[in-house]
């Protein structure tokens, strides 16, 4: 049974950190992109950040550009999000992704292992 889960989330004030993590049971995702995606209230899932399986990173979203960053660790099948300079526009659901897909572009069919979403809220 393939398993993505999320951890990291919670409440932080404008200007705080948080880091997101992702482990992957069920499946080696060593070869799969990886990424991450938002559900900021009253809007539609956005992937953010990507990662191919041998780390190069793509930042999807300008405003997290020099704020976030991706990660991965192939030895332990996990995914990382360093978040930065939070701002209260990044509150939203934060998804782990793996691409089932071996495409050249990453998430680029519907071939997608979600994780279940780990809550992202920024605030004074």
């Known amino acids: 049974h393939v398993q993505l889960v999320e951890s990291g989330g919670g409440s932080v004030q404008p200007g705080g950190s948080l880091r997101l993590s992702c482990g992957a049971s069920?499946?080696?995702?060593?070869?799969?992109?990886m990424g991450w995606f938002r559900q900021s209230p009253g809007k539609e899932r956005e992937e953010i950040a990507e990662?191919?399986?041998?780390?190069?990173?793509?930042y999807l979203v300008d405003s997290v550009r020099g704020r976030f960053i991706i990660s991965r660790d192939n030895d332990k099948n996990t995914l990382s999000l360093q978040m930065d300079h939070l701002e209260p526009e990044d509150t939203g659901m934060y998804y782990c992704?793996?691409?089932?897909?071996?495409?050249?572009?990453?998430?680029?069919?519907?071939?997608?292992?979600w994780g279940q979403g780990t809550q992202v809220t920024v605030s004074s």
């Open positions: 992704a793996a691409d089932l897909a071996s495409g050249a572009y990453c998430f680029s069919s519907d071939r997608i292992a």
């Open positions: 990662i191919k399986p041998r780390g190069a990173p793509r």
């Open positions: 069920g499946h080696t995702y060593s070869s799969n992109c």
